[in-house]
């Protein structure tokens, strides 16, 4: 796979800066299945360093999307490795049915996001975007086979997958460790990430996961997309991708991403 062309849709998605605030939005719906939960429960501190769970994730959705070759296969080894950790009673971080739903919700999140901030994607940047989202699966050893080959089959799966989730008491414990971390400075950038992805989730699984919600945040928060599509796409392209920008140049510091031990799993 040869580095991603600037008309890769894959690429150029990703360089969207409006895509983050759909961060919590992503794994919300990871960890609504249950053997997420179980394995992200168990072999993650995101509560006390969620920085550091989001650069993990950060290296790895960037360097797919907008690294040489090398750096991408780097990372893909790094985050392999991880996984092949994560693994116990009811969970392996391989199993290609969590690596399909994990990619899944990688794809939905970047589609929801980018149609409510820049624009709508047509019929074809959807099948190729699809296409191309394949990756954040395969390489991690998900079978291509497996991917969904038009957005209509995904649309199948999703309905199916997302009939099977449930959210239980380790799932609610994670989301509140994720808007509430140990360290009180990241609060306002955390209970801003708790808003949004409440106004992204459907109501039942808003319900499940207990985030307060009533007509007024829903009023809040149509009315902070309408301005945001309404400026957003007129800012320039170097201040839209300048976080894509920073975490290439930091990937490509001193020898590429280098976790520290304490950094257990991304994705």
Known sequence: MARSSDQSVLRRLNSEAS?????????????AHP??????AEHSDFAARPLDRLRG????IYAT????????????????AMHRKVRGPGYDALDPELLLWVAATLYRSAVR???????????????EFLGEAAVYATALGLPPEKWPRNPEEFADYWERAYARLEVGDEARRLARGLFRPKNRLLWPLTLTQRFLTGGLL?????EAFGIPWSEAHQRRFDR??????AVYPRLPKGV??????MYMRSLRKNGGWKPSRATKVTG
Not at 19 to 31: F, K, N, R, S
Not at 114 to 124: A, D, H, N, R, S
Not at 224 to 229: E, K
């Open 240 to 245: 839209r991708g300048l976080p894509t920008a």
């Open 19 to 31: 895509l983050l605030a759909g961060a919590g939005y992503a794994v919300l719906l990871q960890i």
């Open 224 to 229: 902070l997309m309408r301005i945001t599509r």
């Open 57 to 60: 994730t950060l290296y790895f």
């Open 35 to 40: 053997s997420v939960a179980r394995g992200v």
């Open 65 to 80: 999307a907008q690294g040489t070759p090398e750096e991408r296969d780097r990372v893909h080894a790094i985050v392999r």
């Open 202 to 206: 459907d109501p039942e699984l808003r």
């Open 113 to 127: 996001l980018y149609e409510l901030t820049v624009t709508e994607l047509t019929e074809q940047e959807h099948t």
